[in-house]
Every structure is written in structure tokens, then in C-alpha cells.
């Protein structure tokens, strides 16, 4: 869940007790997240896209698609993230989970990957 002033938080889906919150990402105009397997994604208002992992809130990862602000949610279709501008650019990620580093447990951020059309 996205606040209006651009926190993200978790909550229980049966008390709605609060499981973590993000503050990262404050006053960034953040469009509403979309959900992937380990991770959330999220764009703002100067054309960043943002991953966050979905257990903890930890920012996994970002990348920029200009400068343009994105103000619709992100559309997630199989290992894909596409992301429509205000001007109506479309840019898409392709994501690749990382090594978890050795370890049980450990969420496996996205690599985002831009391929870009006009």
C-alpha cells in the first residue's frame, strides 16, 4: 500500500497489523505498486522505477527511464515490468532474480533491464 505522501507499507491481510514500512521513497509522487513473486515495484514522479522486496520493504533495486514522471502503476506480465510516461513513452524491464548469495532465506532482488521505445 502506497500513503499519499509516498510511504509503502505492509500489512496482515487479516488484522492489518503493519508488517514494514518504507520511507525511502517520501514525497516522490509514487504511482500504485505492482506485485511480482519476491518483490514490489513502484515509479515516481522523475521517471525512476523502483523494486522493493516484498518480506522486508528493503529497496532491491531502481532504474531510470528519463526524466518524465509515471504516474500510472507498472504492469507486471511474467519476468516483465512495463512502465507508460505521461508522455506516453513505454519503457520495459526485463527481471532476473540474483544469487541469493549462498543462503536460505534470502530474497533475490530483480535486475531490471530497459528496452526502450518511442
Keep these: 500500500m502506497a500513503t499519499a505522501d ?6 496482515k491481510a487479516r488484522t492489518g497489523v503493519e508488517i514494514w514500512r518504507q520511507k525511502a521513497l517520501l ?5 500504485a505498486p505492482a ?9 515516481d514522479f522523475q521517471g525512476y522505477v523502483h523494486w522493493l522486496d516484498k518480506a522486508s520493504g528493503a529497496l532491491a533495486a531502481r532504474a531510470s527511464t528519463g526524466k518524465v514522471r509515471i ?19 513505454i519503457s520495459a524491464f526485463r527481471v532476473t532474480p540474483l544469487a541469493a548469495a549462498g543462503r536460505r532465506g ?6 531490471p533491464q530497459s528496452t526502450q521505445s518511442k
Excluded: Y
Excluded at 506485485?35 to 515509479?43: E, S
Excluded at 534470502?106 to 535486475?111: G, S
Design 6 to 11: 509516498g510511504e509503502l507499507l505492509a500489512l
Design 27 to 31: 514525497h516522490r509522487g509514487l504511482s
Design 35 to 43: 506485485t511480482m513473486d519476491k518483490a514490489l515495484v513502484t515509479a
Design 71 to 89: 504516474s500510472t502503476p507498472p504492469v507486471v506480465v511474467g519476468n516483465m515490468v512495463l512502465v507508460i510516461n505521461d508522455r506516453g513513452h
Design 106 to 111: 534470502v530474497p533475490t532482488p530483480p535486475a
